[in-house]
């Protein structure tokens, strides 16, 4: 198999759509699926905002894989770092490289700017084991991820 990965641009608000609406084919199969409305607008305004990094993993031409990143300022690590939000292979095309590849793209973009550090929260054994095998070491001295949804 044979994977081409390549960065959204403005252009792929339909793509990302369509990412969005298959998520499920992308995610774990015991995870509790969110149906999402498909907002063009917001598609697009996502896809434009340049602190938004996306790429898409292709075989055959039809994408099989993403990748999703927030560009983060901060005083060190020059200036910047990524947070890598989500990255979701189709569970066909799982263990054939993909996943690797996305991630390649990604160095590949943090290379050529300058961004030395990225980071990312896994949730499940499987996501851990993933990293890990690409690099990732557990940061021991980080702290609990806590959130508060300030929602009506």
Request: proline share 4%; aromatic share 10%; with cysteine.
């Amino acid at each position: 198999m044979h994977v081409t990965v390549r960065q959204l641009t403005a252009d792929d608000a339909d793509l990302l759509g369509y990412l969005l609406a298959h998520e499920a084919d992308f995610d774990l199969e015991d995870r509790q699926q969110t149906h999402y409305t498909i907002d063009q607008p917001a598609v697009r305004r996502f896809v434009t905002n340049p602190a938004t990094l996306c790429w898409v993993a292709f075989a055959d031409a039809k994408p099989i894989g993403s990748l999703h990143c927030i560009r983060l300022p901060v005083l060190t690590s020059n200036g910047e770092e990524l947070l890598l939000y989500d990255i979701g292979v189709h569970h066909v095309w799982r263990r054939q490289g993909a996943g690797r590849a996305l991630l390649a793209a990604m160095e590949d973009w943090m290379q050529r700017h300058g961004v030395t550090e990225v980071w990312v929260l896994a949730d499940n054994p499987a996501a851990v084991a993933f990293y890990r095998a690409c690099g990732f070491g557990v940061d021991q001295s980080q702290p609990v991820y806590l959130t508060r949804c300030l929602a009506d």
